[in-house]
């Protein structure tokens, strides 16, 4: 393999969700490769200091633009805002979501039980999502198919390939109808995705815009050890991902290193779901 086709000098990289915890990873891994990366987040204060910590290493190719992805007049005054700093757009990583996250003590933060899960927390977590991936690439991946092409990547998870374990969530003592559990959300969501990258893949394909999914297995964060122990028994490796183990894929999917690679989910997740 020539490790120039790793090269993504000259390309304008946006990441949603990009102040989060992986959305950070991914814009080093691109801009690692060469290219200029646009921090784009709701909340743009996190945005701006994502992308002023990159730009120490990466001087005058991070910017931060505020984008709501449920918005589409955000995404469109996003996109702009975009082509008007860096003169166009070569890849779109759609990696903003609202995720139920496993706490210190090992319990869910945000949980609730499908008998009694709101459709306001449905609406709004596939609104952020898949909607969100679905309005992003309607703009961005449009811009793409008539400008001689790019890419797409959605971030998805191994859970779009297998159901959540809800084991790894049980509390002792706890009824079983108030165990917390993995919304249904996360794995609708996610499995949505990669059915989104199908979809997009062979729409665009004559655009030579191509389309895939990167499903990373559990990221260490500092969980609980018993929930860590729980879910690496399931791993054949024996350990969770570590936030920058994804590097490497990104830059391969993103950059002609994988130019004959469309509608495909790439699964790194240890082995679990091989099992």
Sequence with gaps: MNPDRFNLDGKVAVITGGAGLLGREHATALAEAG????????RLPDAVRVAEELGTTFKGRTHA???DVTDPESIAAGCQAVLARCGGVNILVNNAAIDA???AKGGLIEFSRIESFSLRQWNLEVAVGLTGAFLCAQVFGTYMAGHG???IL?????LSVIAPDQRLYRKEGVPEDQQPVKPVTYSVIKSGLVGLTRYLAAYWAAQK???NALSP???Y?????????????LIPQGRMGRPDEYRGAVQFLCSDASEYLTGQNLVMDGGRTIL
């Design 35 to 42: 290219a200029t990366v646009v921090i784009t987040d709701v």
């Design 65 to 67: 633009v505020q984008m």
């Design 101 to 103: 996250k496993v706490d």
């Design 149 to 151: 092409g790019g890419v």
């Design 154 to 158: 959605n971030i998805a998870s191994d």
């Design 209 to 211: 815009v191509r389309v």
């Design 217 to 219: 297995g559990g990221v």
């Design 221 to 233: 964060n500092h969980q609980s050890d018993d929930f860590v122990k729980k879910l690496v028994s």
